[in-house]
C-alpha cells in the first residue's frame, strides 16, 4: 500500500520561505511523476507544481512560478518542495500525490494523481 508522508509546514511572515518534503514508501517511485497541490478553505484542490519521472521535466502553476522550486530524490522516495518569497495568498493545506500511471507525460491535474498524503498547513502572515 503507498504511503505519503508530507513534512515542513508551518508559520512564516510573508517574504519567507520553507521547504516541504513528501517521503513514498510501499513501492519504488522513480518512474512515477509527483506533484504537490495545496487547498485554502473555500476553494478546490489545485495543482502547485509537478515533477515528470524524467530528468528535468517540471510543471509550475503560474502563481508560483519563479518563486517555488519542485525536486526529487529517488534514492530516498522524497519529493521536495522550496517556497520562497512567501505571499498571505500561498496560505493553504499543502498535500503530495503520486501519478496514476508509470511513464506518463500527463502530471499537470489533480486527476492525473491518485495516492495522496495528509497534508501539511502553510500558514502565511502578512
Known amino acids: 500500500q503507498v504511503q505519503l508522508v508530507e513534512s515542513g509546514g508551518g508559520l512564516v511572515q510573508a517574504g519567507g520561505s520553507l521547504r516541504l518534503s513528501c517521503t513514498a514508501s510501499?513501492?519504488?517511485?522513480?518512474?512515477?511523476?509527483m506533484g504537490w497541490f495545496r487547498q485554502a478553505p473555500g476553494k478546490e484542490r489545485a495543482i502547485v507544481a509537478a515533477?515528470?519521472?524524467?530528468?528535468?521535466?517540471?510543471y509550475y502553476a503560474d502563481s508560483v512560478k519563479g518563486r517555488f522550486g519542485i525536486s526529487r530524490d529517488n534514492a530516498k522516495n522524497t519529493v521536495y518542495l522550496q517556497m520562497n518569497s512567501l505571499k498571505p495568498e500561498d496560505t493553504a493545506v499543502y498535500y503530495c500525490?503520486?501519478?496514476?500511471?508509470?511513464?506518463?507525460?500527463?502530471?499537470?491535474?489533480?486527476?492525473?494523481?491518485?495516492?495522496w498524503g495528509q497534508g501539511t498547513q502553510v500558514t502565511v502572515s502578512s
Open positions: 515533477i515528470s519521472w524524467s530528468p528535468g521535466s517540471t
Open positions: 510501499g513501492r519504488p517511485f522513480s518512474s512515477y511523476a
Open positions: 500525490a503520486v501519478s496514476r500511471l508509470q511513464y506518463t507525460s500527463s502530471y499537470s491535474s489533480p486527476a492525473d494523481f491518485g495516492s
